[in-house]
């Protein structure tokens, strides 16, 4: 199963057979001070840098979030779409919970964009999807409903079922759907590592979907990030993640994807590894 993607110049494949796919988490104001302001003041070059700058360490696709209080994201998010299209040539994902932004930002967004996202709750579904229909784009799925984020990875299974028979009541084909199975930070619960990456390893089993996740949601409050990240990231590819919501600018993070893809047999005659070892990553 291919989920393909599209920039203004590139295409992309998601996919359990594929390379990891790295979405740049870095356009999001929370936890960056300097970022929140100049989005406040509607000056976009900081995004447009940090789109170039994440691309230019490997990036495959962008995440774009302006959400944060003082924020106008029917007015921001469209312009933020709009400058990282025209600073990288890759794939954007729009990142909103903001139904009239996500509009907005369609309307401007080049190629075939992910929609960042629809839960499972009625009310996303029926808001949601029709636009994913209407702009023939793709869509995240995340593993959550009126009932809340579960704990447990069976819910998780269900909500993920639901949505696909949503999406195809809709007209939508099952490959322009990625999951993603919610990873939570192991700081308020020791446990929500292994809980996503059971719903991970049964989404992959049961369902055949393609996923993908927060990957440095694992860490929050936590030291060491870096190293919680990229290792449950091993973790995960191993399990049958095709795509991850990362920092590409992690060196460790992109040895690690690179030594991931490897051992999982996506990388013919070990080029790619080979390669960035050569060039120092
Ligand atoms: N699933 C989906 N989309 C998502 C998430 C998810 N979008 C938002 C988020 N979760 C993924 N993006 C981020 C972006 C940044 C951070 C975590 C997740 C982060 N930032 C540092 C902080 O807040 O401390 C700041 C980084 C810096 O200063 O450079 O941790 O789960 N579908």
Redesign the pocket.
Known sequence: LNTRLRGRETEIVVGTEAPLVLIG??I?P???ERLSESLMRGDMSKVRQDALAQVSAGAHAI?V?VSAAGVDETRILPLAVTAVGEAVGVPIVI?TSNREALAAALEVCPGKPLV??VTGEESSLSAVLPLVKSYGCAV?G?CMDDRGIPKDSDTRLEIAHNIVQAIEEEGIPREDLIV?P??MTVGAEHTAGLATLEAVRSIAQELGLNM???G??VS?GMPERSLLNRTYLAMCMAAGVGSV?A?PLDVELRRTVAACDLLLGHDEFAMRFIQRSRGGW
């Open positions: 988490e870095r999001n929370s936890g960056r995440d979030n990142d960042n996202s995240i995340l993603d919610l990873a993908v996740y927060g440095s949601n929050f919501i920092d």
